[in-house]
């Protein structure tokens, strides 16, 4: 096929792009900026227009789907930036990706994935089982914004793909997982045990074999999809396996909890929620069609340490 790929350039799009390119599909990897080094030269990079409210985008996305048979859109903000207001992330994550659905079905365009978030339908944190039947309940701007590009993609080309991917880890992920393997990468006991909150977790390449398999799939299209690696683990385990993969021994100390949830709020500032509480999700609609990981969480987190430590 031949496939646009939006936010090419940053670490979930490039990854997209990268295995889309190896399966060998031809990809228009389109971005704001240049492309990394790793995908250079394998696929045909392309201008992402400023997706900012107020810009007329039609013109620039019926260029970019020109000779297009599917469109895997990745481009827009993963979480809220400072100084960035509720109403720029809605149009940024929202208002865009309708636009870019719209210009798709007037081109006959049917395979589309949106890569969405598991934020679109919960908060940081939640005490049941998240299938894709959950009543969806964002709890912040970027959750908010992300459910109405959902809602607003689903209007606009109702054969859409949707998929919610829980954090998502390997070589070049950022925020909380990048803090977690520099703090992994420290040498000394990390005094972890007993935080117990269990999280699902996804690496970059099994969301690229995810996307991979919806656009060969028409079963899945008009769904949403929820994404995992398999078994949640707790930050304890996330972090032991992170320094097995660079053979050291997981050093995973004891603190009173109340003690160890103030380190932990410290590191990672205002957002201790997403690290300490469970966040569990239910992959087993897209597991009943055919998809498997690829490739165990350990593996991705290896990826992540050794490249954190480059």
């Not at 007993?194 to 769904?223: H, K, Q």
Request: with cysteine; proline share 7%.
């Amino acid at each position: 096929m031949r496939i646009l790929v939006t936010g090419a350039s940053g670490f979930v799009g490039t990854a997209l792009a990268a295995n889309l390119a190896e399966r060998g599909h031809f990809v228009r990897a389109a971005a704001r900026g240049p492309l990394p080094a790793s995908i250079a030269g394998r696929v045909t990079p392309a201008a992402l227009p400023d997706l900012v409210a107020g810009q007329d985008l039609d013109e620039a996305f019926a260029r970019l789907l020109d000779g297009i048979d599917a469109v895997v859109h990745a481009a827009g903000l993963a979480h809220q930036p400072a100084g960035i207001d509720e109403a720029v992330m809605q149009a940024v994550n929202a208002d865009s990706s309708a636009s870019l659905a719209r210009a798709a079905r007037r081109q006959g365009i049917g395979g589309f994935v949106l890569i969405s978030s598991i934020r679109a339908v919960s908060g940081p944190s939640a005490a049941w089982l998240l299938t894709e039947a959950a009543e969806a309940n964002p709890t912040d701007a970027y959750g908010r914004s992300k459910r109405a590009a959902e809602c607003a993609v689903a209007a606009a080309l109702p054969e859409a793909t949707i998929l919610r991917p829980p954090i998502i880890h390997g070589a070049g992920a950022k925020g909380n997982m990048a803090r977690l393997a520099r703090l992994a990468r420290l040498p000394l006991p990390l005094p972890l045990a007993g935080l117990a909150g269990r999280r699902s977790i996804l690496s970059d390449a099994n969301l690229a074999s995810a996307v991979a398999f919806v656009l060969d799939n028409p079963e899945t299209r008009g769904r949403a999809f929820h994404l995992d690696d398999g078994e949640p683990l707790t930050l304890p385990e996330m972090a032991a396996s992170m320094r097995q993969a660079v053979g050291r021994p997981p050093g995973i100390a004891a603190l009173p909890f109340a003690l160890a949830e103030r380190m932990i709020a410290r590191l990672f500032p205002g957002i201790a929620g997403q690290v300490l509480g469970d966040l569990v999700v239910d992959d087993g609609a897209l597991r009943a069609l055919g998809w498997r990981p690829v490739e165990p969480s350990g593996a991705g987190l290896g990826r992540l340490m050794r490249a954190t430590g480059a």
